[in-house]
């Protein structure tokens, strides 16, 4: 009888267990979240300087976790993190968790060509079909340069 209240309390543990955030990188340092979306409506407000972004992880890079995108919190809202390749690796399995990431916003300077390489090469790298068609010549292409996160697992 003592073994299986052992065992019993030693699971309930187990599953009352919290998740843990793992960090990467330089961590997280900043104490004030800044919104994706007001950060995509002004970006010159922001460019050049230090953000903390929450949201979940919808994307990872697959071939060297140099990348991941955070949902905003406006429907069908985005914004990509990129790092060094190699000196931060998000792993496949953030995708659906929660991350706190901080970095520096940047407005990623591309020609139309540019973007349309880009967004051929993220198809293919995703295994999609790529239509050309859905290229937005208004759009900034805003992102973090990631310098650390959290990612709640």
Same mark, same amino acid.
């Given at each position: 009888?003592?073994? !299986?209240?052992?065992l !019993? ?8 267990? %919290? ?10 340092? !900043?104490?004030?979240?800044? !919104?994706?979306?007001? /950060? ?6 922001? /460019? ?9 992880? /919808? ?17 069908h809202?985005? /914004?990509?993190?990129?790092?060094? @390749?190699?000196?931060i ?22 020609s139309?060509? @540019?973007?349309?390489n ?10 999609? %079909? ?23 697992e």
């Amino acid at each position: 009888m003592k073994k !299986l209240i052992l065992l !019993l309390l030693a699971a309930s543990l187990f599953i009352a267990s %919290p998740s843990f955030a793992k960090t990467y990188g330089k961590g997280v340092t !900043l104490e004030e979240t800044t !919104l994706v979306s007001v /950060i995509l409506d002004n970006p010159d407000d922001y /460019i050049g300087k230090m953000v903390r972004i929450e949201g979940m992880i /919808i994307d990872v890079c697959s071939k060297r976790g140099c990348w991941m995108y955070v949902a905003g919190d406006r429907p069908h809202e985005k /914004i990509q993190i990129k790092v060094l @390749d190699g000196e931060i690796v998000f792993p496949m399995s953030a995708m659906g968790h929660i991350g706190i990431v901080e970095g520096i916003v940047e407005e990623l300077q591309m020609s139309e060509q @540019d973007k349309l390489n880009y967004l051929k090469h993220m198809a293919e790298e995703k295994g999609k %079909p790529f239509d050309p068609s859905h290229l937005d010549s208004n759009k900034r292409f805003i992102r973090l340069v990631g310098l650390g996160a959290e990612i709640n697992e």
